[in-house]
């Protein structure tokens, strides 16, 4: 049963019905969440279904990876455990001794796992600026480099990486393109259409929306060996999705459609008012014309430029942890993407050799009428300053 099946009907009615796909035995609008871990083989000894063990096969995670293989235009998607997880699976399906390059921006839990545990595992990393395409080009080896890892916009400073010309690099020197784009969401980009080979989202984030659920989500753009490889690693390795959590993200992303138009309209509206705030030196985000990728951006991405955006607070670090101190709308909290707004001081977190300023506070927009997220936020930064 395609839903598409003679018409071509838009991504937000696509997702409004996750596909459409109801249970003919029952005639349920919203289908069951299969839990089971095993499943009936015929009596001639065959397995007719396409399923055999939970491991590999659950048909709730297959409803919500088809509404994401409808969302990026792809034609597979797969659920895994957690970004993390699913980012990691990529560099996993490498070969010990391939070389990588990622950027020096980016989530950090991941830059951090490349170069302890990936490189350890045998990945050789170079970590570039990835907004700047001469260092790139400097960064490849030819024959040698198998992945070119990107995120855009990237963690926290919202840099813009060039997906189009990103991929031309990467595939001039026979390596693949793998996009993080969590924070652009399929919505505002779909990077296989830009060149990228595989996209991977924090399915925790935007996709699912609500802050309940961790999970991981691929995209690619051909069921090539690299995709094989990666889905045997997750069927071997136990990485699928729980088909809880499966049924939740599909809830969740019924409503993707109307959450990421507000949050970019909310953020476009604070990153404009804290720009002209007395207590703020800079605002980052993509959306406003001096950030250094805007041009990229607005060829790249489509109705909107995210829902996040980092303030750098004037008076340094004291200022802003005190700022967060003593918001009460905002939510002091790490992860992003959720109905609610969410303040960090990203430095905290990040430690150590981070490139993050230590006066940045990263905010990711919610769905609260953004009057009420500015007054909670303009009052803070007012209070720690006084
Ligand atoms: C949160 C996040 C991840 C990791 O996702 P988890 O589900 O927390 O493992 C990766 N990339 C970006 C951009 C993220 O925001």
Not at 277 to 281: G, I, L, S
Not at 300 to 307: A, I, R, T
């Given at each position: 049963m395609d839903p598409k099946a003679g018409r071509t009907w838009t991504a937000r009615t696509l997702a409004a019905q996750a596909m459409g796909k109801v249970d003919e035995a029952t005639r349920a609008v919203v289908p069951p969440i299969h839990v089971t871990t095993t499943f009936l083989r015929d009596p001639d000894n065959q397995y007719r279904s396409g399923n055999i063990y939970g491991r590999a096969d659950n048909e709730t995670v297959r409803e919500a990876e088809a509404v994401i293989a409808m969302l990026e235009d792809a034609p597979a998607a797969m659920l895994l455990g957690s970004g993390m997880s699913a980012a990691t699976a990529v560099f996993l399906a490498l070969s010990p001794g391939d070389h990588v390059v990622a950027p020096n921006v980016m989530y950090w839990a991941l830059r951090n796992w490349l170069l302890t545990d990936g490189t350890r595992w045998g990945l050789r990393v170079t970590l570039v600026d990835m907004t700047d395409l001469e260092a790139l080009r400097g960064a490849v080896r030819p024959g040698e480099t198998m992945l070119v890892w990107a995120e855009t916009p990237a963690n926290p400073l919202w840099s813009i990486t060039d997906i189009a010309a990103a991929a031309r690099i990467a595939h001039e020197a026979g390596a693949l393109l793998a996009v993080d784009s969590t924070c652009a969401t399929p919505l505002l980009t779909r990077p296989i259409e830009h060149g990228a080979d595989i996209v991977m989202h924090a399915a925790t984030k935007y996709l699912n929306g609500h802050s309940d659920v961790v999970a991981g989500a691929l995209a690619t753009a051909r069921k090539d060996e690299m995709w094989d490889r990666i889905r045997r690693n997750r069927a071997m390795l136990g990485q699928i999705l729980g088909p809880l959590e499966a049924f939740l993200l599909l809830r969740g992303m019924r409503t993707l459609p109307l959450r990421v138009p507000a949050a970019c309209a909310s953020a476009m509206q604070l990153a404009e008012r804290f720009a002209v705030?007395?207590?703020?030196?800079e605002v980052l985000y993509p959306g406003l014309p001096g950030h250094p990728g805007h041009a990229i951006a607005k060829r790249?991405?489509?109705?909107?430029?995210?829902?996040m955006l980092s303030i750098r607070v004037r008076g340094g670090a004291p200022h802003a942890i005190g700022t967060a101190a003593r918001v009460e709308l905002w939510k002091r909290a790490t992860s992003l993407g959720g109905v609610e707004s969410l303040i960090e001081h990203r430095a905290s977190i990040e430690g150590a050799g981070s490139p993050c300023p230590d006066d940045l506070l990263r905010l990711s927009t919610g769905i609260e009428d953004p009057a009420d997220l500015y007054a909670d936020l303009d009052r803070a930064l007012r209070a720690a300053n006084a």
């Open positions: 705030h007395p207590a703020v030196a790249q991405m489509q109705g909107g430029f995210g829902g």
